[in-house]
């Protein structure tokens, strides 16, 4: 997505070059401050509403003035600077007094950034928008990609304790052995909960649970953990658990081969298995309906690289980061039996009235399959931080309605940075795919990263997958050769299926996009408590794979419809046709015995066995297919002419009046 990012600017820019090389040598407007801070606040997640305004407030800049002038090297290497907060080595410029910022200028050469030319880095030189993206790749390489040595200091409040677990309260005290002063903090580590001595008596303390933040005077932690192993990763399931999670080894003449907990459990009638092995979660998912159907989901989650840092004092937060790398699979599918033995044949359906044989020909929604759960939770310990843990929640939502298969690979960096009290965005996005989709389909695989002490610090939340939508079309000819055509909400493949492929004809049209949105700070976290909370959407249906929907016939991908009215070789139908919508003789009737409505004329390609009368009230009058009114009682109705497609119509107004003797009984 990073990179979709640069390609649009450069496309931007080249447009602007072709531009300028055909209507002429036109002088190029300069590339300013201005809309350099515009294209790195962008990029690189930082703005939020107000350009300049998030830059200043996140330490990119530390005036405002002068923002019109032209880019040069000098104010590059002032803003990555300002970003990167390395130190930086020294390195001879030989220019370095043309600069107005020597400092950072020394450092975007050290981090090269900038590259020097015979020892110069030309502090003016002007900077166009081509190189400007360039510097901006190379600027997000290093505040994207941050690395921590490992580093852990939590300080409590004075008078702060530890119990492994509490003991279990008699009369609502606590019997703790310790002596314990009133306002004194007891971190409960089992739980994960703080407590705070509010009473003591002869059977123990009284205790009132309080937020985690009010407890804690300080945090400062940090760390990167190449390639998350899971082994020795805390499982929790929420379902019915099948099987007993067991550790296998393997042995071997010079190494051990050692795999983390592999079990099977159900939940909402589906089938859940999986295993972990080193740093790899794999999950596939299933289920069998009463009618045959299968459905399948199978995924994984691996190279999982967190780097974190927390560093929380007195209340706020001066700096954090969490940013993950992580690759997902997922690979989901549905399959049916035969159709006809569902449904039955197709060709039997009644062509006069083909769109509504079609809604009561197919139930769909008995073979829809659709789940939203959360498959498990991990807890990764994190070496040297007491309590704390790197927690991974995995959720998995599909809706499939026919014949599915899809798999999907992306690679992902997903996080956040919060410094100066600013919140920025870290997150770039690769995929491919391969599938055969021949009805509607909606999978995302949900993964939730969060830094947890006692509570969730911060938290990441990924959902990403893929929406596919077949509109299903269906053709039949008429004895004279006239095409029939109606849409069904029915699958694609079923009823191509049951079709016989001599007078009926299926066609699908496929609608098929990406589906990913973050969030970064859920509700459940501190940083959101403190403000700082971001959930943005990067991909819907409008980002399509396909440019155009691609049209299927008889299971190949072809450019448009071929279906066309066949010759027509005889036409004994005495209705005229000379108009683009169908015209009565009268469109108000006054009804006393049988009657027929009378067309006067059709649209072009159209014929009377094209149309189909419909009663509003069927109480008061009945008709035929001929247009043929019989009169029930007396009262007002309309009957509805309309073609098979649905393309055009046309309303009467009927007045039933039916004499009726009035007796009297006496």
Not at 225 to 238: P, Q, T
Not at 309 to 320: P, S, T, V
Not at 555 to 569: A, I, M, Q, W
Request: hydrophobic residues 35%; proline residues 3%; contains cysteine.
């Amino acid at each position: 997505m990073r990179q979709a990012l640069f390609d649009k600017l450069k496309r931007a820019f080249l447009v602007s070059l072709i531009i300028l090389s055909v209507f002429g040598c036109a002088k190029e407007d300069p590339y300013t401050r201005m809309m350099w801070l515009e294209d790195l606040a962008t990029s690189s997640g930082i703005y939020q509403d107000d350009v300049v305004g998030d830059m200043y407030a996140f330490g990119a800049i530390k005036d405002i003035d002068d923002l019109e002038r032209e880019l040069d090297i000098d104010y590059v290497a002032y803003t990555a600077s300002n970003l990167s907060e390395k130190e930086f080595e020294g390195v001879k410029v030989l220019d370095l007094d043309q600069s107005d910022h020597p400092d950072e200028l020394i450092e975007a050469v050290s981090l090269k950034i900038i590259e020097l030319d015979d020892q110069k880095a030309h502090p003016k030189a002007k900077v166009s928008k081509e190189e400007a993206l360039v510097y901006i790749e190379k600027i997000l390489d290093i505040i994207d990609n941050k690395t921590f040595e490992d580093k852990a200091l939590i300080e409590y409040k004075e008078d702060t304790t530890y119990q492994e677990k509490l003991p279990e309260p008699i009369n609502g005290y606590y019997p703790i052995t310790q002596d314990l002063d009133i306002g004194a903090y007891i971190v409960d580590q089992e739980d994960e909960m703080i407590y705070e001595v509010i009473e003591e008596s002869e059977e123990g303390y009284g205790l009132k649970e309080v937020p985690f933040e009010e407890a804690i005077e300080k945090i400062d932690i940090q760390g990167t953990i190449e390639d998350l192993d899971l082994a020795e990763a805390e499982i929790i399931i929420d379902g019915e658990l099948e099987e007993t999670p067991s550790i296998y080894h393997q042995e071997g003449i010079t190494r051990m081969a050692k795999f983390s907990p592999s079990g099977e459990f159900k939940k909402d009638g589906y089938k859940i298995t999986y295993s972990i092995s080193l740093n790899k979660l794999h999950l596939h998912v299933s289920k069998k309906t009463e009618r045959g159907i299968n459905v399948y989901f199978d995924g994984d989650i691996y190279g999982i690289t967190p780097s974190y840092k927390w560093d929380y004092e007195d209340g706020k937060i001066k700096d954090a980061y969490l940013k993950v790398d992580f690759k997902t699979g997922e690979e989901f599918g549905l399959s049916v039996g035969r159709y006809k033995t569902l449904y039955g044949d197709i060709a039997s359906l009644d062509k006069v009235d083909l769109f509504n044989s079609l809604k009561n020909f197919m139930k769909p929604e008995e073979d829809l399959l659709s789940t939203s759960f959360t498959l498990m939770k991990i807890k990764v310990p994190i070496s040297g931080v007491p309590i704390a843990t790197f927690d991974i929640e995995v959720k998995l939502n599909f809706y499939i309605s026919g014949k599915v298969e899809v798999a999907l690979a992306t690679d992902n960096a997903l996080g956040l940075e919060i410094k100066n009290n600013h919140l920025r965005m870290i997150f770039d996005h690769d995929e491919d795919l391969d599938f055969n989709v021949n009805a509607s389909a909606n999978s995302t695989l949900s993964v939730i990263f969060s830094l947890h002490l006692i509570k969730d610090l911060v938290d990441l939340r990924f959902n990403g997958g893929i929406k596919s939508l077949v509109g299903t079309t269906v053709h039949m000819y008429d004895s004279d050769g006239r095409l029939m055509t109606s849409s069904s909400t029915g699958e694609y493949d079923a009823l191509s299926e049951v079709s016989d492929q001599k007078e009926v004809f299926v066609c699908g049209d496929i609608s098929l996009s990406w589906i990913l949105n973050i969030e970064l700070n859920s509700d459940k976290t501190l940083a959101y408590l403190l403000g700082f909370h971001k959930k943005i959407t990067i991909l819907d249906e409008d980002d399509q794979i396909f440019l155009d929907k691609p049209h299927i016939e008889n299971g190949l991908f072809v450019e448009k419809c071929s279906y066309k009215d066949r010759k027509v070789t005889s036409n004994k139908d005495p209705i005229i046709v000379n108009e683009d919508r169908i015209s009565l003789d009268s469109y108000a009737m006054v009804i006393r015995n049988k009657e027929q409505i009378k067309i006067k004329s059709l649209p072009s390609g159209y014929t009377n066995k094209d149309i189909i009368f419909a009663i509003e009230d069927a109480s008061i009058a009945s008709v035929d297919q001929s247009g043929n009114i019989t009169p029930l009682k007396s009262g007002t109705t309309k009957v509805r002419i309309y073609t098979s497609d649905e393309k055009y119509e046309v309303y009467i107004n009927i007045l039933v009046s039916i004499d009726e003797t009035l007796s009297i009984t006496i």
